[in-house]
């Protein structure tokens, strides 16, 4: 890829994070508005959207989730309370515990994910516009270019400090 930036790639990601944004905002709303939070919305609609291949357990919800598992604990907990969720343990090996959602979520989760659809309906299209033209100009300039490969500055990682030694 070119190492040259321009202002209409700044304006295309610009757009496509705002976009991005105010569906998220629209989305955090609708579940406060529904009676849950929005982490707890998310958390519902990975389980029940969650790859045939995985199964709903802590750790790989976590990961879903991008949280730490005590975290992805404590959401469960919550929703375990409002009866929205139920643990379970798996038939193969009963040292794993699945989360799985009650009738009473199945419910609450399709009422607001039917709210969900109807907005994507509504942005949705300007979502595939924003990313078509930007992967568009962006193929364009790297076909354009000598296929050089960009390298992307280091982060600097900050030292970890170990549990137990402070």
């Known amino acids: 890829m070119t190492k040259k ?9 610009a757009e496509l994070r705002y976009q991005i944004r105010r569906y998220l905002r629209f989305s955090e709303n609708a579940a406060r508005q529904a009676g849950i939070e929005p982490q707890q919305h998310q958390l519902l609609l990975a389980i029940r959207g969650l790859p045939d291949n995985l199964k709903p357990t802590i750790g790989v919800l ?8 005590h975290s992805t604990v404590e959401l469960i907990d919550r929703l ?32 607001l994910s039917l709210y969900h659809l109807e907005e994507l309906q509504s942005v949705g299209p300007k979502f595939v ?10 193929e364009a300039r790297i076909s354009s270019s000598n296929k050089s490969r960009t390298i992307y500055p280091q982060r600097r990682q900050k030292p970890r400090k170990d549990a137990n030694h402070g």
């Open 5 to 13: 930036i321009n202002s209409a790639d700044f304006k295309a990601m």
């Open 129 to 138: 516009k924003i990313l078509q033209d930007l992967v568009e100009h962006v």
């Open 80 to 111: 375990v309370d409002r009866n929205l969720l139920c643990r379970l343990r798996a038939t193969d090996d009963r040292r794993q515990v699945l989360v799985k959602l009650t009738r009473e979520g199945e419910e609450f989760l399709k009422t």
């Open 62 to 69: 976590a990961e879903r989730m991008q949280l730490q598992h």
